[in-house]
């Protein structure tokens, strides 16, 4: 069954950019029936959906982040980033990669990663 | 953004009770929903989506209804395995918005 994987530094400083890959196994990014994104997680408080991309390159983000976040996929590697610019304190989350359904009567994020801690500090 | 509003933001249940979680959207949604779990240092899991649909795998117990802004998760016979936090979802369009949860905790 499809597993996605994340990985990335833990630590990152302020204003500097974060960098995550999630590593899909299973499945292939490039499929035609999913979109690929990032949902995060502040310590102690609710899901904040990130950003997320279809196999076409089409992206789509959350507005609050827009201008700093950049979702890709390297189809090679069968893996999708997330790049976050200039972070502050309040990017510190744990941040997932998710796959999301675009079936015929299936819908949903169906696939999680385990989730990884992101700490933004100097 | 289409904001997604919950209740209760936490109810203390006993083993064997029904319990019922409702979301609410800002503008209508059709049936484009879905109801995630998570418990504590885990990642979410899908238990329903479009509103109604059981996700495979998921206890019968779990059940979705509504269209339109109004959507209600019940679980007919709380178990042990179902304290966690419940969130609501639309999948309607972007940016994707999620319901503050609900912690449901033992009573």
């Known amino acids: 069954q499809v597993q996605l994987q994340e990985s990335g530094p833990g630590l990152v400083k302020p204003s500097e950019t974060l960098s995550l890959t999630c590593t899909v196994s299973?499945?292939?990014?490039?499929?035609?029936?999913?979109?690929w994104g990032w949902i995060r997680q502040p310590p102690g408080k609710g899901l904040e959906w990130v950003g997320s991309?279809?196999?076409?390159?089409?992206?789509y983000y959350n507005p609050s982040l827009k201008s700093r976040v950049t979702v890709s996929a390297d189809t090679s590697k069968n893996q999708f980033s997330l790049k976050l610019s200039s972070v502050t304190a309040a990017d510190t989350a744990v941040y997932y990669c998710a796959r999301e359904r675009d079936l015929e009567w299936e819908y949903g994020m169906d696939v999680w990663g385990q989730g990884t801690t992101v700490t933004v500090s100097s | 953004a289409i904001q997604m509003t919950q209740s209760p933001s936490s109810l203390s249940a006993s083993v064997g009770d029904r319990v019922t979680i409702t979301c609410r959207a800002s503008?209508?949604?059709?049936?484009?929903l879905g109801w995630y779990q998570q418990k504590p240092g885990k990642a979410p899991n899908l238990l329903i989506y479009a509103a109604s649909s059981l996700q495979s795998g998921v206890p019968s117990r779990f059940s979705g209804s509504g269209s339109g802004t109004d959507f209600t998760l019940t679980i007919s016979s709380l178990q042990p395995e179902d304290f966690a936090t419940y969130y609501c979802l639309q999948d309607y369009n972007y940016p994707r918005t999620f319901g503050q949860g609900t912690k449901v905790e033992i009573k």
């Open positions: 299973g499945g292939s990014v490039s499929s035609s029936s999913y979109y």
């Open positions: 503008q209508g949604i059709r049936n484009d």
């Open positions: 991309m279809y196999y076409s390159g089409t992206t």
